[in-house]
């Protein structure tokens, strides 16, 4: 097939049968591509039920710590007793952490001795972006090999997920609109020059080379999280349906592709139950002109497929190419029936407030991150509240 036609293939995919040829004797190695899964329960489908296993969840975007800490040393010190006690005052006992390059195994578990001496659950990691920007070679078959010792890394400390996202481009944001409070609200509307805007530092990437660095990927890492029972979870492009080749890249979930289309196509590559969605609900309701309706079958999709491996819970104002990042209780999503979905289909995982508002007042977002929790959390309650 030639790589013009990867994006008209029928299946758009490369078998896992073919990369086991390809990498039989290189860098990967075929030893590490294996078929052989760890059993999985399924999701449950049935009429309302309690479900005491979802949670509330707190990440890296909110770490309490001493202020002068910059960002790196900031996720670095995310097990001090300060972190810990400002998120149990909000009811959150399972955290995600960030974590670049090749991970310190010994640091990790320190880090797990920490969680367990103040009956705390390290759930997830979320992994740093470098394998995307490597065109095929040497240098991106280390940077894999690094994420596969990486897996089992987390493996060996009891971390049951890594999230990633690709971000060829940064996150696209370029206004401020004011909000409630004195709150501002970071914002985006897509450019009427965005033909003219500079070509980003990862260079031209086109639709067919994005799709195969991601086939390469799963069809490599998948069958080692089989093994180490340790689930991948695809974070989408944040704001996904920008326009193909917007500074020079066409993004996987990027138009004329909805983003529905785009994720259950990363899934199908590889379809296995360790293969699935950080569904940021704030991004995906982003790419979408009708967010209030479109998101639900959404969730509903990959819940009922039991391959949700964590929300992100934020609301927007506005919808594709022109929206707000709003507090969690304004904006466009209903996110009751969210919780509904989740519940009775035995979603076991984290539910993360994602993005806040800022405010002068507010530098850190402590505040804005409390209200967030103790929102998610009241709105699981009060789901369990109506079948119990």
Known sequence: MKKSDFRNSPASIIPRRDFTKVLAGGVIGAGLVSTSAAPVKSPKKSSPIINNLHHVGGDYHVVMTDDSLNWNERQRAWTNKR?????????VKHFTNSMQGAWDLD????????????????????????????KPGSDRDKKLAEVIGNI???SQVGVK????????IPIRRNLKTPGRGGSSYPSFKLE??????????HGIVDYNDYWERISYFLTNVIPVCEQTDVRMAIHPYDPPGLPRGYQGVDNWDAAPDSVFDSLKKYESIVDSPYNGVQLCL?????????????????????????????????NIKGGLHNFQEVYIDEGEADFTEVIRILRDTGYQWSICPDHVPTHPDDPRG???????????????????SEVA
């Open 83 to 91: 972190n810990f006690q400002y998120h149990e005052r909000q009811g």
């Open 282 to 314: 704030g991004t995906i309701m982003e790419g979408m002109k009708n967010p209030k309706t479109e998101i639900l079958p959404i969730v509903k999709y990959f819940a009922e497929k039991g391959k949700i491996y964590q929300i992100h819970m934020r």
């Open 107 to 134: 640091e990790m578990k320190r880090w797990k001795d920490d969680c367990d001496q103040y009956g705390m659950t390290w759930e997830a990691i979320r992994m740093d972006s470098g394998y995307i920007y490597h």
């Open 152 to 154: 089992k890394k987390a």
């Open 366 to 384: 402590y505040q804005a991150f409390a209200q967030a929790f103790g929102y998610i959390k009241g709105m699981i309650d009060s789901a369990n």
């Open 192 to 201: 009427e020059n965005w033909k003219e805007l500079p070509v980003e530092s």
């Open 161 to 168: 997920v890594i999230t990633m996202h690709w971000t060829l």
